[in-house]
Nanobody
Framework: QVQLVESGGGLVQAGDSLRLSCAAS????????MGWFRQAPGKEREFVAT??????YYADSVKGRFTISRDNAKNTVYLQINSLKFEDAAVYYC?????????????????WGQGTQVTVSS
């Protein structure tokens, strides 16, 4: 019922900026809690950021550099990434839930996109 498609990843240099997008369909977008997670090779999936009508929350590792936002008219959530570091390299996934959740655990979410690759070079 709910489909999520990420885009915007690519090969970038450390210190650069990047904006990831996640387009949602299938249900009223404004009703979603949306989240971004990332997974690097050999590591577990980790929380990055979440947004709901109550506000936003970020992992400590990205505070001050990443911004999550949403455009309800376009059914899209964004992740603006600034001052990229090597440790930011990962596959980035967006996720959605219609249930009331804290939003920073993977199992808080019911729907996931396919992921978009962010590669950081120097």
């Amino acid at each position: 019922q709910v489909q999520l498609v990420e885009s915007g990843g690519g090969l970038v240099q450390a210190g650069d900026s990047l904006r990831l997008s996640c387009a949602a369909s299938g249900r009223t977008f404004s009703s979603y809690r949306m989240g971004w997670f990332r997974q690097a090779p050999g590591k577990e999936r980790e929380f990055v950021a979440t947004i709901s009508r109550m506000g936003t929350y970020y992992a400590d590792s990205v505070k001050g550099r990443f911004t999550i936002s949403r455009d309800n008219a376009k059914n899209t959530v964004y992740l603006q990434i600034n001052s990229l570091k090597f440790e930011d390299a990962a596959v980035y996934y967006c996720a959605a839930t219609f249930r009331t959740r804290l939003g920073y655990r993977s199992d808080d979410y019911d729907y996931w996109g396919q992921g978009t690759q962010v590669t950081v070079s120097s």
